[in-house]
């Protein structure tokens, strides 16, 4: 057992997004919707836990769990725990605290197959640290993006941009695109079609539909997801989907049609929803993964917007003792399938 901190499950999305309210840079996977859309969506029950020190809360952590045949259960952990706003070095302290008693909780006493990917940058805690803590890494590639800090005023922000950036920003806004907030579920839709076929014409995995469909559906403030769209001439050339959560936005998906391409309407899009939600209260925008050798033309064009770029430590599993479990280690294939995306 780990002295001094328990576990409080939380039942109340209004006590939840308290403690999200008390954290910064909160991530989309943490969100209540997130963890009601993979419900619904995937059948993954959200377990939403409070880390309590000495009657005092220190981190949350929403853990995605499935019963599994055998197995007894999978346990899931992305981009967390989050920890409420604290120093450098008890951020530090609690995170590995948490990390323990969460190897405890859901290894030791639950008997589940645990796979966490933590809410710490590689700079913060070491792989040797993990392994320490009962955890062994994965092979499924570490999570990288750049987040822009939204504090510096529009002037300011723009001058951060890179040169070419900037350029072909400053060419968009001469094409006379008009920027288009679509509010219906038609505006919605809209995109979505455009959104899956470029998928498949691209041969790329991208954001599960259904997936979004379904955190917009169980979104209580919609004007949280902000759907754009890029006109010229009343034709809608490109569009743009981000979703804001407390204190931070996230980039999710975006389409450009060959018209738009030639107008450079992505620019003026991310632009355009940049200074949308500064001016709504936004601290931080997250435009999403990065990898310079699956998606270059992509990561060189977020970099373009000079933002801090950010790699976690990865993700990690941990499996109960006993043979069914060194079998299910042995045969990691199958429990990954089960685990899922």
């Known amino acids: 057992m780990i002295a001094n901190i328990k576990m409080v499950t939380l039942e109340n999305k209004k006590d939840w997004n308290e403690l999200l309210l008390r954290c910064s840079n909160v991530n989309m996977l943490q969100t209540w919707e997130y963890g009601e859309a993979k419900k619904n969506t995937e059948g993954w029950i959200p377990v939403r836990s409070m880390f309590v020190d000495v009657d005092k809360p220190i981190g949350i952590a929403q853990t995605l769990t499935k019963k599994i045949p055998l197995l007894g259960g999978i346990a899931r952990i992305n981009r967390a725990p989050i920890i409420i706003s604290t120093n450098q070095k008890s951020y530090i302290d609690c995170t590995k605290r948490i990390l323990q008693f969460l190897y405890y909780y859901w ?12 809410n710490i940058s590689q700079s913060e805690i070491c792989q040797d640290m993990m392994y320490e803590l009962g955890y062994n890494r994965t092979e499924r590639n570490v999570w990288t993006s750049i987040i822009i800090d939204l504090y510096s005023d529009e002037v300011i922000l723009r001058n951060y941009l890179r040169q070419k950036w900037r350029n072909l920003l400053n060419k968009s806004e001469k094409n006379g695109l008009e920027l288009e907030i679509g509010n219906s579920d038609d505006d919605f839709t809209f995109l979505m079609e455009k959104y899956e076929k470029m998928k498949k014409t691209k041969n790329f995995a991208g954001m599960s539909e259904k997936l979004i469909l379904e955190i917009k559906n169980v979104t209580f403030d919609q004007s949280s997801m902000l759907v754009v769209y890029a ?16 204190d931070t936005c996230h980039y999710l998906i975006s389409w450009n049609s060959p018209e738009g391409r030639n107008y450079q309407s992505n620019y003026f899009l991310l632009w355009q929803a940049i200074l949308i939600f500064k001016k709504r209260g936004c601290r931080w925008f997250d435009l999403g993964g990065i990898d310079e050798k699956l998606i270059p033309a992509i990561t060189h064009f977020k970099r373009g917007l000079g933002g801090k770029e950010y790699a976690l430590i990865g993700e990690y599993k941990a499996f109960p003792q006993g043979f069914t479990y060194w079998v299910a280690n042995k045969f990691m294939g199958v429990v990954l399938r089960c685990r899922g995306g």
């Open 107 to 118: 290894v030791k006493q639950k008997k589940m197959v645990l796979f966490i990917a933590p």
């Open 231 to 246: 006109v010229k001439d009343g034709v809608r050339v490109g569009g743009i989907l981000v979703l804001g959560c407390f």
